[in-house]
């Protein structure tokens, strides 16, 4: 064993040196660099490798992409929920505006037609807002806020854009009380638009009123409109009142029962026109002395007759 003599192993069996080896590889990678360059011939490779490595890639990058989708989504919920917060104050802020907004489109609208009735009607007045109602129960009064000091005077009509809504019944220095069609002791004169007979409506102080004095064999059919005739000197002929809802004839009672409605917004809304006061109608012949004078004219015809036959 001693004896051995170790001889170094072959050339070949070493392999090349390492500085060979390196020369060699970097010649190698140049030469693929220059014909990649030139000819795009890896081009092929390296989508084939792309191909391989691309789920790799995506599999390393999954972690990573999930906690940004998680911080994201954190993120864009406590935005949406602050976003929705705020949206909430601000409607919150900004609805008693809108509804008020919406109010007052409306009352406009009314006070529109209102003048639009005025126009077509050729009737002078002001518009008047109600106040607040009559602490009678058993009433329908309504106060305004316009009286004396705007040359409301008692007895004026009290209109809005659809009809009558009441009579001004109690003037006061700065308000006035508005007694409505519908209350018991309120009456107008009307005429029924389709017949033309006249009668007067009462109110019954229920929200209804009632037409009375009409025959019960009278012309009347559920539906008519019932307008002012103008007699009574206050209203001006034409304003719709009421309509009829409802007939009842019995042959026992001379008079037949007619309920009806207000046309008009008795029972809503805030505003409403009070007519400037007609003019006075002219005073009614006066019957007892046309009569006199007639008889006093024939005893004068009779006493010259005499006086003649006695010359």
């Known amino acids: 064993m001693a004896g ?27 030469a693929t ?12 490779v390296r989508q084939s490798i792309a191909l391989l490595v691309d789920p790799v890639q995506r599999v390393a990058q999954t972690p990573g992409s999930l906690v940004d989708y998680a ?13 929705n917060l705020e949206l909430k104050h601000a409607q919150l802020n900004t609805a008693p505006n809108l509804q008020r907004l919406v109010q007052l489109e409306a009352e406009n609208e009314r006070l529109r037609k209102l003048l639009t009735v005025k126009e077509r009607e050729k009737a002078n007045g002001q518009v008047a807002q109600i106040l607040y109602t009559a602490r009678d129960p058993f009433s329908r009064k309504v106060i305004v806020d316009k009286g004396q000091q705007s040359g409301i005077v008692s007895g004026q009509p009290a209109i809005d854009e659809t009809g009558v809504v009441g009579q001004v019944t109690r003037v006061f220095p700065f308000s006035a009380e508005i007694t409505l069609i519908t209350d018991k002791d309120q009456a107008v004169p009307v005429q029924i638009v389709r017949s033309g007979q006249r009668s007067v409506v009462f109110g019954l ?33 034409g304003f719709p009142v009421a309509k009829v809802i409802n007939i009842e004839r019995d042959s026992a009672y001379s008079f037949a029962r007619i309920f009806c409605v207000p046309v008009a917004g008795v029972e809503n809304f805030g505003e409403m026109m009070i007519l400037d006061p007609r003019q006075p109608l002219p005073p009614a012949p006066p019957e007892s002395r046309s009569r006199g004078d007639s008889g006093e004219k024939a005893g004068q015809r009779v006493k010259k007759k005499r006086g003649m036959k006695s010359n």
């Open 33 to 44: 660099f220059v014909l990649d360059l030139r000819f795009r011939s890896l081009d092929l």
């Open 4 to 30: 051995i003599d170790h001889a170094p192993p072959p050339f070949f069996k070493r392999g090349p040196a390492p500085l060979a080896l390196l020369t060699f590889y970097v010649a190698i990678s140049l």
């Open 71 to 83: 911080a994201n989504y954190l993120q864009g919920l406590q935005a949406l929920q602050n976003e």
């Open 205 to 237: 102080g229920n929200g209804q009123l009632e037409l009375r004095y009409m025959p019960a064999n009278a012309d009347v059919q559920v539906g008519d409109v019932l307008v002012t005739s103008g007699l009574d000197g206050i209203f001006l002929p």
